[in-house]
């Protein structure tokens, strides 16, 4: 049993571009979260994606966005990139959408923005 | 969800128990407690997850007083491979974001 898999590992991006990101949730999970997480850093919630819609936000800006596919994959867009945005970014799929439900973790895609 | 407070660091030696404690005063009646463990630039495992009194699996043993305003992570015998950042989160069924926080960074020596 395949268990929650991103693409890219490792990415480098310059400022201003646009970066996406993949993740394939583990089989029989139907919801997605993506995090960010600078070194040094717990990861932070971006959002969540249950049912294709986006159902819980954290504190992250517009220039993120994203997307899940009727199986349940997902994309995390990132426009206009910043210096800052550069971190490894983590998906993590569950069967629910709440904090006591187990999320299980991909590996993270690694992005530099230079 | 509720706050956590946890130490910063925490050093050990190859086959010791090693005892994180996770401070979370206003803790809901329907929340739970979970720790997850990371490895460097890998993501984060759950390793266990309670309610009340003791839980044990093959990993880790969570003890959670009557009062639940705090958390122990037990770790028997660790290994060089236990070495990671160890994160306590606290939340419920109405609770939906995952809010981690600088975790405890337990290294172990030889």
């Known amino acids: 049993d395949a268990g929650v898999t991103q693409s890219p590992t490792h990415l480098i991006k310059t400022r201003g571009q646009q970066v996406t990101l993949r993740c394939s949730p583990k089989?029989?999970?139907?919801?997605v979260s993506w995090y960010q997480q600078a070194l040094g850093q717990g990861p932070q919630f971006i959002f969540q994606?249950?049912?294709?819609?986006?159902?819980q936000r954290g504190n992250f800006p517009d220039r993120f966005s994203g997307h899940q596919f009727p199986n349940y994959s997902s994309e995390l867009n990132v426009n206009a990139l910043l210096l800052g945005d550069s971190a490894l970014y983590l998906c993590?799929?569950?069967?629910?959408?709440?904090?006591?439900?187990?999320?299980?973790f991909g590996p993270g895609t690694r992005l530099t923005v230079l | 969800l509720a706050k956590t407070t946890q130490p910063i660091s925490m050093d050990s030696y190859e086959g010791q128990e090693v005892n994180i404690t996770c401070s979370h005063n206003?803790?809901?009646?329907?929340?739970?407690i979970t720790w997850y463990q990371q490895f460097p630039s890998q993501g984060p495992r759950f390793i266990i997850q309670?309610?009340?009194t003791k839980v044990t699996n093959e990993v880790a043993s969570l003890f959670i007083p009557a009062d639940r305003k705090s958390s122990t992570l037990s770790l028997p015998r660790v290994s060089l491979s236990d070495t990671a950042v160890y994160y306590c989160?606290?939340?419920?069924?109405?609770?939906?974001?995952?809010?981690f926080g600088a975790g405890t960074t337990v290294t172990v020596r030889a």
């Open positions: 993590a799929s569950s069967l629910g959408l709440a904090v006591a439900d187990t999320q299980y």
């Open positions: 089989s029989g999970h139907d919801t």
């Open positions: 994606y249950y049912e294709e819609e986006e159902r």
């Open positions: 206003n803790i809901a009646t329907n929340d739970y």
């Open positions: 309670g309610y009340k």
């Open positions: 989160l606290v939340g419920g069924p109405n609770d939906y974001k995952l809010s």
